[in-house]
């Protein structure tokens, strides 16, 4: 399986197989019942795939389709969201409510975080050029 920036992948509801395993480690049964409204993104090179999990957020290596490091294990996330150049991710936080997290994807450290007066539904990037 090649996975592309353009790519569209097809939901697949064998049990077995590459597609299979990769829903199972990164969405458990368990966790279905949470809302996730964009729980996975391309990096820019399309090398990495993150995904949020039950706990953290999965790097998948899209090549090889192997989970590589599991970032920021303290917590689950919602949607995800890169910066430009891939190096800070932008993830909602169901379990704090109204806060946008960052997350070096380096490393998974923390890169800070602010609160908004709601709770957000999204998060859209916005390239103004400069």
């Known amino acids: 399986m090649t996975v592309r920036r ?23 049964v368990a966790d279905a019942k949470r809302l996730l409204r964009s729980g996975a993104t391309l990096s820019p090179d399309g090398r ?47 379990d704090a409510w109204s806060t946008i997290a960052i997350i070096r994807t380096r490393d998974g450290s923390s890169a800070g975080g602010f609160r908004l007066p709601w709770y957000p539904g999204a998060i859209v990037r916005v390239d103004l050029g400069r």
């Open 6 to 28: 353009t790519a569209h992948l097809p939901v697949s509801r064998a049990d077995s197989g590459a597609l299979a395993a990769l829903r199972q480690a990164v969405f458990p």
């Open 48 to 94: 990495t795939l993150y995904a949020a999990g039950e706990r953290g957020i999965a790097a998948i290596d899209t090549d090889t389709l192997v989970e590589s490091a599991v970032l920021a294990k303290d917590a689950s996330y919602d949607t995800l969201a890169l910066s430009p150049d891939g190096e800070r991710m932008y993830v909602i936080t169901p």
